[in-house]
């Protein structure tokens, strides 16, 4: 181990380049540029190092098109006798800048330990780690048993559709081509993440009738509905989401809580209009709710508990008419604390450390839900460099020193997970 461990340590500024070469490709979701290119350049250097690598499209998924293609690549390395198989999982996308930047965000800078760029955290520094710890062992010429693969994948921040779930469709994440995946999500370097809350998407429109303005006796006004309905929201849906809490160890302490985000409204004039008003009684009126759900939660509990707030307005409300349309659900995840996956990698972080890691639970989903209830896979995890709270921030940065610590627990991780071996031996 300590042998491999100087083998990453000398691969420094070959991490550091791999990771500006990928940040300065913008493959920004949506709508998904550079895709390919980014899948290439992880293919060829993969390929490289030994490698087999295919590059699969998501043909068909949500968003593909020749302009935009969703181009996934997978390598897999044998090792020297059958054996288990830990595959490494990173996106390829990232968001959009956004306002704020005192820097070029694909220029990739290096101050201070730091590389900064959109996507340097939210996770091209984890695919970096991933690759650099595979590299090491490659190149130290350690044996292993079984099969180390590494996939870039398109599509995470727009729920993964053309990503991991398109590749779980194909059995990419199944038994008995993959037992052991570690996702190096951006979840801070002494944390092992083991999964995540679940996420239900929904509209509600409330319906009115179209009038005159000056006469709004004559039509119903949507927007009053959907106000009635949010009132609702406060008076009796918010105080019970806070009173429900997770035993999983979900992070920040506030996500430990059942949640609602109200993520937009609309209703009445478009909301671009120029110059004067017309006189209208707006007879529709749309909210986008986000409401993020507890282990605890079924979710048909969570769907019915809005429906019935809606279904009391219905009788107490004259006119008052609703539908509801469902957008997006996964479920929560939570990978067995005894797993192995859990196990080998909370075992590197004490020997790099010197302490236990915290296991945590995102608040937010991540591809983790397609690898289990697709794949079936259950020893999963996310585990990589970059602090959580910078993700789709403005100058997000990832420090050097973490990609090579974390590259350490991914090598000593999948040797324990291959060959059996133990952070001690
Ligand atoms: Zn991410």
């Given at each position: 181990m300590q042998k491999l461990f100087e083998r990453i340590d000398g691969l420094e500024e070959a991490a550091v380049s791999l990771t500006q070469d990928l940040i300065r490709i913008p493959t920004v979701n949506p709508p998904g540029d550079a895709y390919t290119p980014c899948a290439e350049l992880i293919g060829e250097r993969l390929r490289a190092a030994g490698f087999d690598v295919v590059y699969e499209r998501g043909e068909g998924t949500p968003g593909d098109s020749d302009k935009h293609p969703r181009t996934n690549i997978v390598a897999r390395r044998e090792g020297r006798r059958p054996g288990p198989c830990l595959h490494f999982n990173g996106h390829i996308d990232v968001v959009e800048p956004g306002e704020g930047w005192t820097r070029d965000p694909y220029g990739a800078e290096v101050e201070d330990g730091r590389i900064y760029g959109r996507g340097s955290c939210d996770m091209k520094g984890g695919i970096a780690a991933s690759i650099i710890a595979a590299e090491a062992i490659l190149q130290e010429g350690v044996p292993f048993d079984g099969a180390i693969e590494i996939s870039g994948t398109v599509d995470e921040e727009t729920g993964g559709y053309g990503g991991v779930a398109y590749l779980a469709g194909k059995?990419?994440?199944?038994k008995p081509r993959v037992d052991h995946v570690i996702i190096p999500e951006p979840?801070?370097?002494?944390r092992v993440c083991v999964g995540h809350r679940g996420v239900w998407w929904a509209e509600v429109c409330t319906h009115g009738h179209i009038a005159h303005g000056s006469m709004p006796f004559l039509g119903d006004c949507a927007v009053r509905h959907m106000g009635a309905f949010l009132d609702k929201l406060e008076s009796d849906l918010y105080p019970a989401l806070a009173d429900r809490q997770t035993?999983?160890?979900?992070?920040?302490?506030?996500?430990?809580q059942s949640t609602l985000n109200i993520a937009s409204i609309h209703g009445g004039l478009p909301d671009n209009f120029n110059g004067l008003p017309s006189s209208l009684v707006p007879d529709l009126c749309k909210v986008i709710l986000d409401r993020r759900f507890l282990i605890e939660e079924p979710l048909d509990q969570v769907k019915a508990e809005i429906v019935a707030l809606l279904d009391a307005l219905e009788k107490e409300r004259p006119g008052f008419r609703y539908d509801v349309r469902d957008i997006m659900e996964f479920e929560p995840t939570l990978t067995d604390l005894e797993a192995p996956v859990v196990q080998a990698v909370s075992d590197q972080i004490e020997a790099q450390f010197g302490h236990k890691p915290e296991t945590i639970c995102s608040p937010g989903t991540y591809d983790q839900k397609h690898v289990f209830r697709i794949g079936q896979l259950k020893d999963c995890i996310a585990y990589g460099p970059?602090?959580?709270?910078?993700?789709?921030?403005?100058?997000e940065y990832i420090e050097i020193d973490a990609i090579m610590t974390s590259a350490k627990v991914m090598a000593g991780a999948a040797l324990t997970l291959l060959n059996g071996e133990t952070a001690s031996s």
């Open positions: 059995g990419f994440f199944s979840l801070n370097v002494d035993a999983m160890p979900v992070v920040p302490e506030g996500a430990k970059g602090i959580l709270d910078l993700a789709h921030q403005p100058d």
